[in-house]
């Protein structure tokens, strides 16, 4: 036992003395050119610069329609849209506008307006209904490209 204890002692020592500091110094990477070079290559792509913007609109409704319609934005980008529930030709309840990616408003009375805001990931329809009857009203769309 006293052996294999002797033996690892030594073997510390000699491992020691060989990782001693020789007084060099060496540059740090952060500071070496030539390491923080990006590598050339080619099968690397390089992403290019991603330009989210926040995109707003208000679209108005009543029971004939959406105004605008369709909207068009671009993939990433953060859509802020506002529905304002027109005063004339619409019903008294108000409408509710429904979509997968918002879900549901809730109910809007003539007059009023509520906000609802999403990142663009793929084109979608959203829909208008008659709150306390679920009738569909309007269809709209989202383009987005």
Do not use: H
């Amino acid at each position: 036992m006293k052996k294999i204890i002797l033996i690892l002692f030594l073997f510390n020592i000699l491992f020691l003395a060989g990782c001693g500091s020789d007084n060099t110094y060496t540059t740090p990477v952060q500071d070496n050119p030539i390491i923080n070079q990006p590598e050339n290559n080619p099968q690397e792509e390089i992403p290019e610069p991603v330009n989210l913007q926040l995109k707003e609109f208000t679209v108005e409704g009543d029971d004939l329609g959406l105004y605008p319609s369709t909207l068009t934005v671009n993939k990433g980008d953060i859509v802020k849209i506002t529905f304002k529930v027109r005063n004339e030709k619409v019903y008294y309840g108000g409408l509710d506008f429904r979509s997968d990616v918002w879900g549901d408003t809730g109910k809007i009375l003539p007059g009023n307006e509520k906000t609802v805001e999403f990142n663009a990931e793929n084109s979608f329809t959203y829909t208008s209904y008659w709150p306390a009857t679920n009738k569909l009203k309007a269809t709209g769309t989202i383009n987005v490209l």
